[in-house]
Each structure stands twice: as C-alpha cells, then as structure tokens.
C-alpha cells in the first residue's frame, strides 16, 4: 500500500502521496505548485513502488454477481436444519420468497418515493426478521399451495 510522502504513477502522470485519511489516499501532481483540490483514491488501489518489484498496481477485487444472482435457498435449508426435507417444500418455498421480495420490492420504492429519492437503496428496504415466537406452528393449507404453485411452474 502507498504511505504519505511516496511517489506513484497514474498513467504517465507522477503523483505525490500528500496523506492518507481514513482509508483515502490524497494525491497531487508532482511539481504541480498551485493551490487546489487533492485526487482521492482509496489507499489500498493507488499503485506504488516496490523496492524489489518496481511499480505495483493493485487489483480491485469486484464482488461476484455470479454468486449474488445464483441464491440456492434449498441448500441454505438443507444446512439449517437436520430433518429431511420434502418436495413439496421446495415449491412452497419457492412460491414464498418470490411474493416476499415482490412486496418488499414494491415496500421500498414506495420509501424512496416518499423522499424523493431517485433509486432504491438498502436504506429504503425493510429488514425482514421473525421475532422470537414468530413462526411457531403448523399449516396444513400450505402443501395446497405449493402444489398450485408446481402446477403454475408446468403451464
């Protein structure tokens, strides 16, 4: 990582490390004499030099989407708990969620609306969680429904 008075490369421009602030590197032009802002980079990107290597520039590592958009809610079931599951449950649950986040969807543009806001962020998604009893029982017009959503998935 670069450290406050070090030299480094953006393109072919050399750069001087000023100060690093809360994770924020500030850089300024090298011979660049006047007055005005800094170029912030977060510190742990900035390329630097390596005695032994020369200049290194870091990668940014990117969150997978891959494995943001592949949820697989049976596995996460499955290592939850220690009963077998049946397939009917698949389906239900399969059913559930979708309802849950269409209406949590829906929830949350309605509170960026509210603000004026221009797109949905987490702060205007509510964090579903059950409370400590929630969920206590049995429903047996729940097998109905996951049947009539496994016929819904054929046609």
């Known amino acids: 990582m670069i450290e406050e008075g070090k030299l480094t490369l953006l393109g072919i421009v050399p750069y001087d490390c000023v100060k690093i602030e809360n994770g924020i590197a500030y850089l300024k032009k090298?011979?660049?004499?006047?007055?005005?802002?800094?170029?912030?980079?977060?510190?742990?990107?900035?390329?630097?030099?390596?005695?032994?290597k020369g200049l290194i520039v870091p990668k940014k590592s990117l969150p997978s989407r891959k494995k943001m958009l592949r949820f697989h809610y049976l596995k996460a079931i499955k290592e939850e708990v220690d009963l077998p599951l049946s397939?009917?449950?698949?389906?239900?649950?399969a059913e559930q969620l979708d309802t849950i986040i269409r209406e949590l969807a829906a929830?949350?543009?309605?509170?960026?609306?509210?603000?004026?806001?221009s797109r949905?962020?987490?702060?205007?998604?509510?964090?579903?969680?059950?409370?400590?009893?929630?969920?206590?029982?049995?429903?047996?017009?729940?097998?109905?429904?996951?049947?009539?959503?496994?016929?819904?998935?054929?046609?």
Request: hydrophobic letters at 30%.
């Open 87 to 93: 397939n009917d449950l698949s389906y239900f649950v």
């Open 30 to 52: 090298v011979g660049d004499e006047t007055r005005g802002r800094f170029k912030k980079m977060d510190a742990v990107l900035v390329p630097y030099f390596d005695e032994e």
């Open 120 to 155: 949905i962020t987490p702060n205007h998604w509510y964090n579903l969680q059950l409370g400590m009893h929630q969920g206590d029982g049995y429903w047996p017009i729940h097998r109905e429904l996951a049947k009539e959503y496994k016929e819904y998935l054929r046609e």
């Open 107 to 117: 929830k949350a543009q309605q509170n960026a609306e509210y603000r004026n806001d």
